[in-house]
């Protein structure tokens, strides 16, 4: 019995081994719940995050304020609204709501302290003003603009753990109350986390009061416990009806962390002793995971996409990146090209023309990622996508003309070719005055992570 329980804690440790070796040196952001700032197991959970920063995981974290702001601005008689689940911070709160989220801040400081981490708040946050939305003032409640990355890098390079208050500031210093939620998504989003964690009261979704879309998976426990972006959209339309619930929140901004390039994202409870070794050390793990499925948000293009699509092209044209077109060329090439969509918005786009009777050719062109959304891996994914199709249509080998992206495709296992390894018919077409290079791809040699 005694030499059960022991191979049992080998096989565990292993285990934990190869998970360990999986993230290191790879970034979780982690948004604490309000209401597990407050909980008894919150220094547990603390020690839980050091033991993984001390394995070479980068840590950052964003403290729920919500709770403690409610909490200040009671005790100072200043009275609030909230519309929607926002809160309209008035010029009058704002130093309260400004307290607190230092305050929450500090908590998580001190806890770190106690078990000799080194963390920073820093004010690497800028935001804007929610502005007026359907007729409500927001005040100074504020939006995420920009967060500085190379800073917030150079302190997880430092081994700091960055913690963010739910605090933005303008470009001249004003102080906006912003969403812990909407922060922590931008933050796994930009800093290209692998994990983002929304550490909550919630068990993740629970199954009994949703509706839920066809074929997914619940635990003897009665919670979701994964759920696609594809699925995790249709689940969002299907409780639309929800709409003000925190659950529902964190399942949208979980779709778009997923669709913006961060592989998973996890909806645990903070009350759960251990939650988040649990979810990193096992393969069950416990709450709802949604996870990017690489080929989701990407569909063939359509004739009404072609004026953004354009869009998104022209200034790369502008810059002689890539070949100018017009609207009745993508007409004519619409089975050939691809769209990355978000929330009905295109992000990106890119083709591939097969020319299977050239010796089972075909050429990748036009992958462009609209510049607000580059550096997310979304071209990487379109890229993935077309190889994918090129294969499942027979062919052997791709080919590409750049001027200046070279180096983005042989990471992916291209090389450099001749124009003789060009279709007759490329051949011929080839501009000289333009010089592209030419990059071949045998697909047997596609590497997808470069
Ligand atoms: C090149 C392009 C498709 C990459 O899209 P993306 O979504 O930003 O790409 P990913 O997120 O998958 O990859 C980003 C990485 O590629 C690198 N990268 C981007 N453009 C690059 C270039 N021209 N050369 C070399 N590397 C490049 C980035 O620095 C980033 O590196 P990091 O991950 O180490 O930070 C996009 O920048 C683009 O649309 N460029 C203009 C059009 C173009 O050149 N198309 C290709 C000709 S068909």
Known sequence: MESDRLQEQVELIRQVFEYVHLFKGKTIVIKVGGSVMDHPFLPMLVKDLVLLHRQGIRIILVPGAKERIDDVLRRYNIPWESIGGVRISTPEAIPFIKMAAFDVSNRLMTLLAENNASAIIGNWVRARSLGVLKGIDYQDTGTVEKINVELVRKALDDG?????????????????????????????????????????????????????????????????????????????????????????????????????????????????????????????????????????????????????????????????????????????QLDYFVVYEVDGILHACGALIPFPEERGRGEIAAIAVDRTYTGFGIGKRILTYLVDRARSSGLRSLYVLTTQTTDWFLQFGFSEGELDDLPKDKRRDYNRLRNSRVLILDLKNFRSTP
């Open 160 to 332: 700091l753990i960055p913690i963010f208050p739910n605090i933005g500031w303008s470009s001249s210093g004003k102080p906006y109350n912003i969403s812990s939620n909407e922060l922590a998504y931008i933050l796994a989003r930009n800093l290209k986390a692998e994990k983002l964690f929304y550490i909550s009261r919630h068990t993740g979704v629970d199954a009994e009061n949703y509706t839920l879309p066809e074929g997914v998976t619940v635990s003897s426990e009665g919670v979701v416990t994964h759920l696609s972006v594809a699925e995790a959209d249709s689940f969002l339309r299907l409780n639309a009806k929800k709409g003000e619930e925190e659950i529902l929140e964190l399942i949208r901004l979980g779709c778009k962390a997923c669709a913006e390039g961060v592989p998973r994202v996890h909806i645990v409870d903070g009350e759960i002793e251990g939650v988040i070794l649990k979810e990193i050390f096992s393969s069950r793990g416990c709450g709802t995971m949604i996870y990017t499925n690489e080929h989701e948000n990407i569909r063939p293009l359509r004739l009404a996409d072609i004026p953004e699509v354009l869009r998104i092209m022209n200034p790369f044209v502008e810059e002689e990146i890539l070949l100018p077109r017009d609207e009745q060329e993508l007409a004519d």
